[in-house]
């Protein structure tokens, strides 16, 4: 009779335990998967501002010699410098096509490939090309929402601060999320599905 009860003991502990096991290793595993996620974007933004800080944009080519004009000078600005595989709103800011195709580059390490970009309008209040805030996100497709990978870059006054180039990517978790919803509707979150990982704001001078 007791090595019957020590038996139901031992597989009431087995039942308890190994859930808990399981839990606590795919915690592990999600752990180290999510910095090494996090070490990505701060590594891609740390190259991609080193590539627009490598371009040089003259201030001359974007003004006219008409000192009564104001703004750009057609006659003198550079013409489109990015491909339409990475986005389809042009920019004549080489320093930005620099910093698009490396980050185009090196999106596989994050598990993406061919993701294309759209620029978002910051508004007159944010510079006028080319010297201005940019801001991208990625278009959706395959695996990947619109917005998942946003990319600012601080052109407005790059030889005085610098480029200025921050990354952030809406990671997903692999194995682990816990979510429910009350009956009122309200929803509890314990283990977030989604989180923002965000590079921090990397300032590049220009490389002259």
Same mark, same amino acid.
């Given at each position: 009779?007791?090595?019957?009860?020590?038996?139901?003991?031992?597989?009431?502990?087995?039942?308890?335990?190994?859930?808990?096991?399981?839990?606590?290793?795919?915690?592990?595993?999600?752990?180290?998967?999510?910095?090494?996620?996090?070490?990505?974007?701060?590594?891609?933004?740390?190259? &991609? @501002?080193?590539?627009?800080?490598? *371009?040089?944009?003259?201030?001359?080519?974007?003004?006219?010699? /008409? =000192?009564?004009?104001? +703004?750009?000078?057609?006659?003198?600005?550079?013409?489109?410098?990015?491909?339409?595989?990475?986005?389809?709103?042009?920019?004549?800011?080489?320093?930005?096509?620099?910093?698009?195709?490396?980050?185009?580059?090196?999106?596989?390490?994050?598990?993406?490939?061919?993701?294309?970009?759209?620029?978002?309008?910051?508004?007159?209040?944010?510079?006028?090309?080319?010297?201005?805030?940019?801001?991208?996100?990625? &278009? @959706?497709?395959?695996?990947?929402? *619109?917005?998942?990978?946003?990319?600012?870059?601080?052109?407005? /006054? =790059?030889?005085?601060? +610098?480029?200025?180039?921050?990354?952030?990517?809406?990671?997903?978790?692999?194995?682990?999320?816990?979510?429910?919803?009350?009956?009122?509707?309200?929803?509890?979150?314990?283990?977030?599905?989604?989180?923002?990982?965000?590079?921090?704001?990397?300032?590049?001078?220009?490389?002259?």
């Amino acid at each position: 009779m007791k090595l019957n009860n020590r038996k139901a003991q031992n597989l009431i502990e087995f039942i308890i335990v190994i859930p808990i096991l399981i839990i606590l290793i795919f915690g592990i595993m999600e752990i180290a998967v999510f910095w090494r996620t996090a070490n990505s974007v701060q590594q891609i933004a740390l190259t &991609v @501002a080193e590539s627009a800080a490598s *371009a040089y944009v003259s201030p001359d080519a974007y003004q006219s010699d /008409d =000192p009564t004009t104001v +703004g750009v000078d057609e006659t003198k600005t550079p013409s489109v410098c990015i491909a339409n595989t990475i986005t389809d709103d042009a920019t004549t800011n080489m320093a930005v096509c620099r910093a698009l195709e490396r980050l185009q580059e090196k999106l596989p390490s994050l598990g993406f490939s061919n993701v294309k970009f759209t620029s978002v309008n910051m508004g007159n209040s944010y510079g006028s090309e080319p010297f201005m805030f940019y801001e991208y996100q990625n &278009v @959706a497709t395959g695996k990947l929402k *619109a917005g998942d990978i946003k990319i600012d870059i601080d052109y407005r /006054d =790059p030889y005085k601060n +610098g480029v200025i180039v921050q990354l952030n990517y809406n990671y997903t978790t692999i194995l682990l999320g816990c979510e429910f919803t009350l009956p009122g509707g309200n929803k509890i979150t314990i283990i977030p599905r989604n989180m923002e990982i965000s590079s921090t704001k990397i300032q590049q001078y220009n490389q002259f």
